[in-house]
């Protein structure tokens, strides 16, 4: 215990990097932010580190609020932020985005086994996607202002571990409301239930699912251990989230100020790291409430060649997403090479 506890103290936010002050502007500004983040986690401190960059870049012009979990789930986070009157950002996963902005496009990073690493996965969020991305997100009523992440999810269940694909067959497992995430459990002969996030503790106390797959670092710190029993690291699904803010509200912003809001790229790698080490420690942490299954390559194999063969099919009925997909595999395909 003393090991993971060193482990996690020893988690610290980065430096924030300086910003030259910005020319006087009409102000002040609120900047409400949303996100599902408890208190004290990676996600938490990054966008801590967010509220700094802004107040102390725009000298005090921007007030910085960070709403806490509510009964607002992600994807009403998503359209609160579009309209923008309560909300102006929101800090949430891509699958959340992609629903509640009607941005199917944003889907495709999530398509399960679509990446063997988060290495490659950074590679393609920040040098492939980012420009289409922000593209797609502005012409939707979004400014994109940095990548983050959920991580890798894998499934947690009760009654029994999940090792193949066919452990799903049956199974009530709760699914993100996401299409993808939905077809994933489908090949997989999984009965999905949608829920929002703030309902999933309810649902696993009063047997309305089984299961459902998230990080090991969310279900820890969101509370959701107690219901459950195991903990398969399948890894099969990359998740990132982003910090959006409403087009709306942003394009009222001066010049000087809009640039203080983008905020530099370097703070998504800073976040990716905090979140990616304490998930690790959290993992370790996760173990004395449910039994951790570790995969074969062949057992993983079995679940990334089902989930695979979902991706073609998926993506044609995607404005733009057989075109995209191809960009994204042969980017990959590059970047294995090296």
């Given at each position: ?9 020893g ?31 990676p ?5 801590q ?7 102390e ?9 960070l ?42 990073v999530e ?22 991305m ?13 990548w ?12 029994k ?9 049956g199974?009530?497992?709760?699914s ?44 820890k ?12 690291k ?44 304490e ?25 990334a ?15 733009g ?7 994204i ?10």
């Open positions: 215990m003393n090991r993971i506890a060193t482990a996690l103290a988690l610290s936010a980065a430096a924030l990097l300086a910003f030259t002050a910005p020319s006087q502007a009409q102000g002040p500004y609120e900047l409400n932010i949303g996100s599902l983040a408890p208190k004290g986690t996600w938490y401190r990054l966008l580190k967010a509220e700094r960059m802004i107040e870049g725009s000298s005090g012009q921007i007030n910085v609020i709403r806490p979990p509510g009964q607002m789930s992600e994807v009403e986070m998503v359209r609160e932020t579009r309209r923008g009157e309560r909300l102006q950002a929101c800090a949430v996963t891509t699958a959340a985005l992609a629903e509640g902005g009607n941005i199917p496009q944003l889907q495709l398509l399960p086994y679509l990446f063997d690493s988060s290495a490659e996965a950074d590679h393609i969020l920040d040098t492939v996607l980012w420009d289409p922000s593209e797609i997100l502005g012409r939707r009523g979004f400014v994109l202002g940095v983050s992440e959920n991580g890798w999810r894998s499934f947690a269940t009760r009654g571990p999940i090792k193949t694909p066919d452990d799903l067959k199974y009530k497992m709760r993100q409301e996401s299409d993808v995430h939905m077809a994933m459990y489908n090949a997989f002969g999984a009965n999905a239930v949608q829920k929002p996030m703030t309902e999933v503790l309810t649902a696993l106390q009063s047997n309305v699912v089984d299961g459902l797959d998230n990080t090991a670092l969310y279900i710190t969101g509370g959701l251990s107690e219901p459950l029993e195991y903990f398969t399948t890894n099969h699904i990359y998740q990132p989230a982003a910090i959006v803010y409403g087009k709306k509200w942003f394009d009222e912003l001066p010049d000087d100020l809009k640039e203080v809001v983008r905020g530099p790229k370097s703070l998504a790698a800073e976040g990716r790291a905090e979140i990616r080490a998930d690790e420690a959290i993992t370790m942490l996760l173990a004395e409430d449910l039994e951790i299954v570790e995969l074969s390559e062949a057992e993983r194999a079995a679940f060649t089902k989930a695979r063969a979902i991706h073609a099919g998926f993506v044609k009925d995607i404005d997403g057989t075109e995209l997909l191809a960009k595999n042969t980017a990959l395909e590059a970047y294995r090479a090296k």
